[in-house]
């Protein structure tokens, strides 16, 4: 008779949890989990909407939709990725000209590509790309008229007897000295007749990583602005010294650090307004010994007095001198192995 009663005891001790359990797995959490995603959805919403971008909709161009599922059932999102363009150009804010030297070789589509994705997410950014080459490519002007961005497509061969490595004199034309020029050339023509705008000229190699906060840094370059840049002259970083008043008094720098402007092409933006008032200012093609061509340009903008360091004082690096590994392709064989019309 104990027994049955402690029995009994038992069962109606765990039946009443048993059925609430039950009950509680069955609709209540999922019933939470519902109004929780609601509410995550909700904010989701009202954060794009105080950064001016708009709410998510499920026609057109949402960037993720997360469909309604009925009590019970599993939740599943589906996302779809919205191609983004530029911040809207700014009347007030100063234009960034960018000239970026290109040649033909296996990674140059994807060179260009990554340099796009960065460039569209800077405002008022107008890029000037010069083809190393008799005409313009239909791989650049492809990529160029999909990349939504402001864009001039250039192009300029330079002679085989002046490309570095091909020419017997010992002051060779490194590759990009013609089509930079003919860059600063195409700016100089664009505002022989109209009053320039407020910004700046800057270099950017294809095969260069670059920072968004670096482009904002050189926004308001009053003459000629300087920064490090890394992975250049077997260093981690080359940059100008800048004494504590914060003027450049010097260079930090192991190759031929007694250069005017022992620099990297990548460490300096110009002011387009002193660009289009020095138009003599230009590349040299003549007379000119390796890691010059930045004091050839430069000698004729400004004085060691007239730079701008940027990036902290110098202390941030900002920039990168990357360059993609060279692809094996041996296995294409000489003919090719892989269909030759698919554009890599």
Known sequence: MLRRRNLLTTLLIALPWALLLTLWHQYPTTHYLSLLRKETDENVTSKSLLNGTSAL???????????????????????????????????TLPTIFVITPTYTRPVQKAELTRLA??????????????????????????????AGLNFTHLNVETPKSLKLGLSWIPS?????TLQ?????????DSFSNTPPP???VYFADDDNTYSLELFE??????????WPVAFVGGLRYESPKVSPAGKVVGWKTVFDPNRPFAIDMAGFAISIKLILEKPQASFKLEGVKGGYQETSLLKDLVTMDGLEPKAA????????????????????????????????
């Not at 460039?119 to 999909?146: A, C, G, I």
């Not at 930079?180 to 100089?188: I, S, T, V, Y």
Request: charged share 25%; glycine share 6%; with cysteine.
């Open 180 to 188: 930079r020029n003919l860059g600063l050339h195409w700016l100089r």
């Open 217 to 226: 840094e050189m926004r308001y370059t009053r003459r000629v602005s300087v």
């Open 117 to 146: 994705n960065t460039f569209l997410h800077v405002q008022n950014l107008h890029w000037v790309v010069v083809e190393d080459s008799p005409r313009r490519t239909n791989l650049v002007s492809n990529l160029l008229e999909k």
């Open 313 to 344: 004082n110098c202390t941030k690096v900002l920039v990168w001198h990357t360059r993609t590994e060279r692809p094996t392709l041996v296995n294409e064989g000489k003919r090719g192995f892989t269909d030759p019309r698919v554009e890599v």
């Open 172 to 176: 060779h034309t490194p590759r990009g």
């Open 57 to 91: 909709r499920e026609e057109g161009f949402p960037s993720c939709i997360r469909q309604q599922q009925s009590i019970g059932a599993t939740p599943k999102v589906i996302q779809n990725y919205v191609y983004s363009r530029p911040p809207p150009w700014s009347d």
């Open 198 to 200: 407020e910004g700046v």
